[in-house]
Nanobody, 123 residues
Framework: VQLQASGGGLVQAGGSLRLSCAAS????????MGWFRQTPGKDREFVAG????????YYADSAKGRFTISRDYAENTVYLQMNSLKPEDTALYYC?????????????????WGQGTQVTVSS
């Protein structure tokens, strides 16, 4: 599977952004999709995930109440709506496709990554 992420940018604190991740290629083994983020010198951390077949969503504590993950099953696309953005949300955001629940297992079962899209939130 190939993943193409888009939608990052520069926004002021309190603003919103919507990330998109379009998947192409084989859907075999794609049980979960989601988003991670990474800042320089830190590990890539889980942000939000969605179970592909039924849309069940999962969130890191930092994202709960502010971010919403969704998917368009027919378009093979997953979205991350980010509201009330904070400067600490600034990071490179990666979409991921996985064989296991990324909320529980992190990167362990990820088998494809998008190229990363930069989100910068100014104070």
């Amino acid at each position: 599977v190939q993943l193409q992420a888009s939608g990052g940018g520069l926004v002021q604190a309190g603003g919103s952004l919507r990330l998109s991740c379009a998947a192409s290629g084989s859907t075999f083994g794609r049980y979960y999709m989601g988003w991670f983020r990474q800042t320089p010198g830190k590990d890539r951390e889980f942000v939000a995930g969605i179970r592909w077949n039924d849309g069940t969503s999962y969130y890191a504590d930092s994202a709960k109440g502010r971010f919403t993950i969704s998917r368009d099953y027919a378009e093979n696309t997953v979205y991350l709506q980010m509201n009330s953005l904070k400067p600490e949300d600034t990071a490179l955001y990666y979409c991921a496709s996985a064989r296991g629940n990324i909320a529980a297992t992190g990167r362990r079962w990820v088998d494809a990554w998008g190229q990363g899209t930069q989100v910068t939130v100014s104070s």
